[in-house]
């Protein structure tokens, strides 16, 4: 009964390319679970279709994975990461990104994510290999204010 409520898209091996296919049919499992999986198979296909209709039913017969080595150590920026840096203004109008007034806060934005992320990797007992910086701009036709987003 959980399960029922769980947005579909929060279902494992749900991502950005499916997730749009999924939500004409629903939002939560419970919606799903109302398509027959021959439905879901046709659509998905037999492996995708399956483990939709399985998942959301709370049945996942993947083997536990236990002790496995950490791939990965990762920060993202949420509204309370922003607003503990006291030199970066969380956006007034839209409901993502970091506002920037000038060059200067943002290489000290970039500053404090390295930081974490080095402190994590030291928790950890490890160390990087690679450092991968994804970042996102606003469109040049957007009808957001001027400024480093």
Known sequence: AAVAAVAVGDLPGIGWA???RIAALGATCADLRAVPRHTLQ???GPKTGLMLFEFCRG???RPLKENEERKS???EVSHSFVASLQHVRPPDQVSWGVRFED???LERFVG???GEVAK???AEGCAARAVTLLLKTRKVCSCLPSGLV
């Open 112 to 114: 404090h994510l390295g």
């Open 18 to 20: 499916l997730a749009p």
């Open 73 to 75: 150590i990762s920060v």
């Open 103 to 105: 060059q200067a806060q």
């Open 59 to 61: 049945i996942d017969n």
């Open 42 to 44: 046709e659509e998905f």
């Open 120 to 122: 994590r990797l030291a």
